[in-house]
């Protein structure tokens, strides 16, 4: 089993990476062989709109022509048995980095008919980790919860299905003394990082045995 985190904060070390590493390790204390990799550290940009993905006996059916460094990794992703997704909440939604991988990975697998189908050549379990300095109340009144369902959707139409996992409140700043951030109580901030973030830690690495044991 290939299983195959994405990193779509540009913090290799923070609330994100760390979730995804948790359910890279449920992972891997099921046997599965995995990687993290950190999207920021790559060079690619969003969808350019060629429409080569989607020219009747074009070359680049049902795949993205564009070559950067997300073209291996769109090749490694056809052959894993799962793949997690996991970005902090920017401005409502994920990460543009995210957001452009979003675009190239899913776009080219995408069928304009009706109903739409999917060229992804096999069933694969799919999750998706979000952080967010919101409350779980504050997430329910912004709104987010409409781009992470539409997400969990786009996902589940493409791959097949797919879960989520929200970690809230999260701690932001290693320094809180350092930063203008008043509407934050530090005190608050690291009780929360200390009592509750190694439950979500939990949460992702029961989600990582998940996605093995649905694939087997
Ligand atoms: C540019 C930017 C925009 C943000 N926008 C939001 C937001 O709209 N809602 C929210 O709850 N948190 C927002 N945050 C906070 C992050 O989502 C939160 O700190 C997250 O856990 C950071 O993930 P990381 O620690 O993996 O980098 C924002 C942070 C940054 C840097």
């Not at 005190?187 to 087997?216: E, Q, T, W, Y």
């Amino acid at each position: 089993m290939k299983i195959i985190a994405f990193n779509g904060s540009p913090r290799k070390k923070w609330n994100t990476a760390m979730l995804l590493q948790k359910a890279l390790e449920g992972a891997a204390s099921q046997g599965a062989d995995t990687k993290l990799i950190h999207l920021y550290s790559l060079n690619f940009k969003g969808c350019i709109s060629c429409f080569a993905c989607k020219t009747r006996e074009g070359k680049s059916y049902g795949k993205c022509a564009v070559k950067d460094d997300l073209t291996p990794i769109f090749n490694k992703i056809e052959k894993a048995d799962a793949i997690i997704l996991g970005s902090p909440i920017y401005f409502g939604t994920v990460t543009g980095e995210m957001r452009s991988f979003m675009e190239r990975l899913m776009f080219p697998y995408l069928t304009y008919t009706n109903p739409p189908q999917s060229l992804f050549p096999k069933k694969i379990k799919t999750g998706f980790i979000y952080t967010m300095n919101s409350t779980e109340q504050e997430m329910k009144e912004r709104a987010y919860g409409q781009h992470i369902a539409l997400n969990e959707n786009t996902l589940t139409r493409i791959f097949g299905a797919s879960e989520t996992l929200c970690s809230f409140d999260t701690y932001q700043f290693k320094d809180y003394s350092k930063v203008v951030a008043d509407r934050f109580d530090p005190m608050k901030k690291a009780k929360r990082h200390k009592d509750i973030f190694p439950a979500d830690c939990n949460k992702a690495f029961k989600m990582g045995i998940r996605l093995v044991k649905a694939g087997r």
